[in-house]
């Protein structure tokens, strides 16, 4: 058991390692085929016959919309909740077949069955649980949209005397973005279309209730650059700062029980190794006398 403990511990670390050095990749410009996909998956829809047999409903589809837009994913929340019915589904008969498989080898085309079974199984955790994986990603997300708009908050906070519109006074601190500067971007560039609209929109791109709050107060300061409104810039930033203040302190707090956790391995292999060869011979002397 400590064994284990000790290997599923030591896998956990070496996939976060290799999480952040993948994070340092340099990305790739994306393709206009990519954003053909992307606009594909936005605005497909299903067939109304088919959303009826897969017993979706309005409020269901709202919510996965609003956790989908959290995530940064857009697409049709319709088609992924209807995409992840039919895919749990399909998953459902390949883990079947797969244990089929473990007395008829033939089902699985000669792929070791216990293999299928497993992605299988796994896939089913995934889709079953998807609501709780989003919200996960929804919270890292917001977390880092919260980090950064502290960060331009604060440099318009640096530019409240000086005479630049606010455009140029956001053109400034786009520098200083980097999970946000796609969305960030194309506010600047749609501001003079029209600026409230670009708000609008740089909100429904980020979805989360920081990037709403952060639009609210462009718009006021777009409407009126007075040194007063720069006094509801600063309420939002402590605001942030508090945000960011309790998700330092979870994190502390997670890692304290994961120390706690290790800590603990090393006792309890000290009592297999010393303690339980005593506990076996007291039970045996024990059997032995009754």
Same mark, same amino acid.
């Given at each position: 058991?400590?064994?284990?403990?000790?290997?599923?511990?030591?896998?956990? /670390?070496?996939?976060?390692?290799?999480?952040?050095?993948?994070?340092?990749?340099?990305?790739?410009?994306?393709?206009?085929?990519?954003?053909?996909?992307?606009?594909?998956?936005?605005? &497909?829809?299903?067939?109304?016959?088919?959303?009826?047999?897969?017993?979706?409903?309005?409020?269901?589809?709202?919510?996965?919309?609003?956790?989908?837009?959290?995530?940064?994913?857009?697409?049709?929340?319709?088609?992924?909740?209807?995409?992840?019915?039919?895919?749990?589904?399909?998953? /459902?008969?390949?883990?079947?077949?797969?244990?089929?498989?473990?007395?008829?080898?033939?089902?699985?085309?000669?792929?070791?069955?216990?293999?299928?079974?497993? +992605?299988?199984?796994?896939?089913?955790?995934?889709? /079953?649980?998807?609501?709780?994986?989003? +919200?996960?990603?929804?919270?890292?997300?917001?977390?880092?949209?919260?980090?950064?708009?502290?960060?331009?908050?604060?440099?318009?906070?640096?530019?409240?005397?000086?005479?630049?519109?606010?455009?140029? &006074?956001?053109?400034?601190?786009?520098?200083?973005?980097?999970?946000?500067?796609?969305?960030?971007?194309?506010?600047?560039?749609?501001?003079?279309?029209?600026?409230?609209?670009?708000?609008?929109? /740089? &909100?429904?791109?980020?979805?989360?209730?920081?990037?709403?709050?952060?639009?609210?107060?462009?718009?006021?300061?777009?409407?009126?650059?007075?040194?007063?409104?720069?006094?509801?810039?600063?309420?939002?930033?402590?605001?942030?700062?508090?945000?960011?203040?309790?998700?330092?302190?979870?994190? &502390?707090?997670?890692?304290?029980?994961?120390?706690?956790?290790?800590?603990?391995?090393?006792?309890?292999?000290?009592?297999?190794?010393?303690?339980?060869?005593?506990?076996?011979?007291?039970?045996?002397?024990?059997?032995?006398?009754?």
């Amino acid at each position: 058991m400590i064994q284990i403990a000790s290997n599923v511990l030591l896998f956990v /670390f070496i996939m976060t390692a290799v999480y952040h050095v993948i994070r340092l990749v340099p990305v790739r410009a994306s393709r206009w085929r990519t954003w053909q996909v992307v606009s594909v998956l936005r605005e &497909k829809k299903l067939p109304d016959w088919l959303f009826k047999c897969l017993g979706l409903k309005a409020k269901m589809i709202e919510e996965k919309r609003q956790l989908l837009l959290g995530c940064g994913i857009r697409m049709n929340a319709g088609l992924y909740e209807g995409g992840r019915r039919m895919l749990l589904g399909a998953t /459902f008969l390949i883990g079947a077949l797969g244990y089929a498989g473990l007395q008829h080898p033939v089902l699985t085309l000669f792929i070791e069955p216990i293999y299928v079974v497993t +992605v299988a199984a796994c896939l089913l955790l995934f889709l /079953f649980f998807d609501k709780k994986v989003l +919200v996960q990603l929804k919270e890292k997300r917001s977390n880092r949209i919260v980090r950064e708009i502290y960060v331009i908050s604060h440099h318009l906070l640096y530019y409240n005397d000086s005479h630049m519109s606010l455009h140029a &006074k956001l053109s400034l601190c786009a520098p200083q973005t980097r999970s946000i500067r796609t969305q960030f971007g194309l506010l600047l560039n749609e501001w003079y279309q029209g600026s409230e609209t670009a708000i609008a929109q /740089f &909100k429904i791109r980020l979805g989360t209730d920081e990037a709403h709050s952060f639009g609210e107060t462009l718009n006021v300061l777009r409407l009126n650059e007075h040194a007063s409104y720069y006094e509801l810039l600063k309420q939002r930033i402590q605001d942030y700062k508090e945000k960011m203040e309790l998700v330092r302190e979870s994190k &502390k707090e997670a890692v304290s029980y994961v120390l706690f956790v290790l800590a603990g391995l090393p006792i309890l292999n000290t009592f297999r190794v010393f303690m339980y060869p005593w506990v076996a011979e007291g039970q045996r002397l024990f059997h032995a006398i009754n």
